[in-house]
């Protein structure tokens, strides 16, 4: 069940960046303080409850610009990660503002073609222009010029300038890997990534289940701290996955308990919620996501997500 103070900061927090877009690409605003007041109602949702932040952005419906909401998720995801490794608050602060900002050079774009060029993938090397490739590798570059221009702090532009770097070199701009990455991007690039792939639909449905997955294949490229962090924070199935149990049950992920994070809480469903929860454990485990096919037709959604 969405929590309504939660998921009206989440909402709030897309028109805010929304309209900060485009006053920077039309007025060539970037109010620091306005995005530093919201960089800490995020953190502070965060801390008050981390699994309902979680449930209310992975469940939330498709927002109309996903440029804004790839900024948005990508900062909640990096905070959330940041948490978990008990940064100190004015590290979160700098870190939600690089977040959100890392990708300011695109602003001008179609929303479609610059949430691709935003979030690194690799299918635009075979199906975009050439304009659109070079903009994908020198995007960091140009964004963090933008921040510097506008004096934020250093450690901010340096964590936008890495934020597609990736920990054995195989990223970009610099191809630059281990201690030289700063460690807010070695945060930024699993936030990316992971965000990015939890927007990819599996069968039919939109899969941070395979986004962990994903990652974990991939585990060498990141910071093994960072992607511990988000698997213990999130976990492997995160809030608002609908799964399959061990004992044949069904139900929903609820979130996980930080000091167990194997374990999942997860609402339990039939035709009808049934308002029970259970605590996986080694016996009662999470077998699988459901399908879409599933979720249509053996689980009925909180009358709140209809």
Do not use: W
């Amino acid at each position: 069940m969405k929590d309504k103070k939660i998921e009206d900061f989440y909402q709030s927090f897309l028109t805010f960046t929304e309209l900060l877009f485009h006053r920077f690409s039309s007025r060539n605003e970037l109010d620091f303080q306005s995005i530093q007041n919201m960089i800490r109602m995020a953190y502070e949702f965060v801390l008050q409850d981390r699994n309902q932040i979680v449930y209310v952005m992975q469940t939330a419906e498709h927002y109309n610009n996903p440029h804004v909401a790839h900024a948005v998720r990508s900062c909640i995801v990096a905070i959330i990660i940041g948490a978990y490794l008990k940064m100190p608050r004015h590290h979160m602060i700098e870190l939600g503002i690089a977040g959100l900002l890392c990708n300011i050079s695109i602003i001008g774009m179609s929303s479609d073609r610059a949430y691709t060029i935003s979030e690194g993938s690799t299918d635009l090397l075979a199906t975009g222009t050439d304009d659109e490739k070079k903009l994908m590798y020198v995007h960091p570059i140009q964004a963090s010029q933008i921040l510097k221009d506008f004096n934020y702090p250093m450690s901010v532009c340096e964590a936008v300038l890495q934020h597609h770097e990736m920990e054995d070199g195989s990223g970009f701009p610099r191809q630059i890997k281990g201690t030289r990455i700063c460690f807010y991007g070695k945060i930024l690039v699993v936030a990316g990534f992971f965000e990015a792939f939890s927007m990819q639909r599996i069968d039919g449905i939109k899969s941070s289940h395979n986004a962990m997955m994903q990652i974990l294949k991939n585990a060498e490229a990141f910071d093994t701290s960072v992607v511990q962090a988000l698997v213990n924070s999130i976990s492997i199935y995160p809030a608002g996955t609908y799964v399959l149990l061990s004992n044949g049950d069904r139900g929903q992920v609820l979130g996980v308990d930080q000091d167990n994070p194997r374990f999942p809480i997860v609402e339990l469903y039939e035709k009808k919620p049934r308002k029970e929860t259970l605590r996986t454990t080694d016996e009662v485990s999470i077998t699988r996501q459901l399908t879409s096919e599933e979720i249509e037709s053996s689980v009925e959604k909180p009358a709140e997500e209809k």
